[in-house]
């Protein structure tokens, strides 16, 4: 099974609102990914959990706060967006973040407008 | 920072043809991945290469792990209406610098059939 869960599928947002994304994966894994993705282009990189702490922010605006409740959760909490920032979000997680033979498995993602 | 070159951006092809299409890096990886993503949904792995001159396969699907360890190619045979969507190569850096697990995707192949 490797299989990561992505809620909710799609989400409209206003400028004002607070909103959050949410991952799981239960393959026992301990690095969990955070990406941006805008159309018919590849992903891009926003922050890297490993075993449960912030190991890398790519230097996101801080309007996007991501938290690691669990080994198994991986939130992205939303605030003050601007319109830019409709994308696909994308989660993703391996076995761990530096080790060789690192597979990332990617979940579904969210589509987030904001309008 | 490393930067993957893929080719081509866009193939139009009948169905039953053969597809092949191609990474080449400034930088060596230790590992390449190739992943699958469709309309709506998020990257899905195909194969995963992890020493210099290794061959994979995957049904139809075929890849190689350049010499060099600077390049990488996928090739599909007989393809098939379901083969639509854009596929990514994506590399990995060993242990040290201040890149190592990060992947680095390469810009992306759109990949349409005819039936």
């Known amino acids: 099974d490797t299989e990561v869960t992505q809620t909710p599928k799609h989400l409209v947002m206003g400028m004002t609102n607070k909103k959050s994304l949410k991952c799981e994966q239960h393959m026992g894994h301990r690095a969990m990914y955070w990406y941006k993705q805008k159309a018919k282009k590849p992903p891009e990189l926003m922050f890297v959990?490993?075993?449960?702490?912030?190991?890398i922010n790519e230097s996101v605006p801080s309007r996007f706060s991501p938290e690691c409740p669990n080994s198994s959760l991986l939130n992205l909490h939303l605030h003050a967006l601007q319109p830019e920032d409709s994308a696909l979000y994308l989660c993703?997680?391996?076995?761990?973040?530096?080790?060789?033979?690192?597979?990332?498995?990617f979940g579904a993602g969210t589509r987030l407008s904001v309008l | 920072g490393q930067q993957l070159n893929q080719s081509p951006q866009s193939m139009f092809i009948q169905e039953g043809e053969d597809v092949s299409m191609n990474c080449t890096s400034s930088s060596i990886f230790n590992t390449w991945l190739w992943y699958k993503q469709e309309p709506g949904e998020g990257p899905v792995l195909l194969i995963a290469l992890y020493k210099a001159g290794e061959l994979t396969s995957n049904g139809r699907l075929t890849a190689q792990f350049g010499i060099t360890r600077k390049d990488s190619f996928l090739n599909i045979s007989a393809s098939i209406p379901s083969d639509v969507g854009i596929y990514f190569c994506?590399?990995?850096?060993?242990?040290?610098?201040?890149?190592?697990?990060?992947?680095?995707f390469g810009q992306g192949t759109i990949l349409t059939v005819h039936p």
């Open positions: 959990y490993s075993y449960e702490k912030l190991s």
């Open positions: 994506a590399g990995q850096l060993g242990a040290g610098g201040t890149s190592y697990g990060k992947l680095t």
């Open positions: 993703a997680s391996s076995i761990n973040h530096a080790g060789d033979y690192n597979i990332q498995y």
